[in-house]
């Protein structure tokens, strides 16, 4: 009786949350989904044929995503990229980063497929060698363009 107490509680808790996300997760645009409004146009346009160039060469999808307020919670940043990823459809052989200037944040969800050749501990090292020393300079189109060359570059 106790178990199905909590059972329904965990639902109770867990199923809003879900919700909010999942109807906060927007369409994508293209493989730049500039939502925090990063980047010019054309920085946008720098980006989206860097990534078209590398899914024609080796069939991996690279997709960024720039979340504020309006789509995300600091707290819930993580989950929401990991949402975003699978209602994209990104999938297995693909990578989604996600970034947020208001946050502070970035994270890289690698597919499946991904992880193998390039485990967590990789990632992490490119996040903070390629990406977090430009934008702590506030230069995040440098940051996105030099973290997506060296993930180009490992992935290749």
């Known amino acids: ?10 639902l ?3 199923l809003p949350v879900w919700a909010a996300v999942r109807d906060t997760i ?3 645009v ?14 946008v346009d720098t980006l989206d044929e860097l990534l078209h ?8 999808e690279i997709a960024v995503l720039t979340v504020d307020t309006a789509l995300a919670q600091s707290a819930n940043f993580d989950f929401f990229t990991m949402k975003t990823m699978d209602a994209w459809g990104v999938g297995r052989k693909g990578v989604l980063i996600g970034v ?3 946050f502070r944040k970035i994270r890289i969800q690698n597919g499946a ?4 050749v390039m485990p967590n501990a990789e990632t992490k090292k490119v996040i903070d060698e390629a990406f977090i020393p430009l934008f702590k300079k ?16 490992r992935l290749e």
């Open 138 to 153: 506030g230069q995040y189109f440098e940051g996105v363009y030099n973290g997506l060359k060296t993930l180009i570059q």
């Open 30 to 43: 293209g493989y730049v989904n500039d939502f925090e409004h990063l980047f010019t146009s054309e920085q």
């Open 12 to 14: 109770f808790v867990t």
């Open 113 to 116: 497929e991904i992880e193998k």
């Open 26 to 28: 927007p369409r994508p």
């Open 100 to 102: 947020s200037k208001m």
């Open 53 to 60: 160039g590398f899914k024609e060469r080796t069939s991996i």
């Open 1 to 10: 009786m106790i178990r199905n107490w909590i059972l329904v509680y965990c």
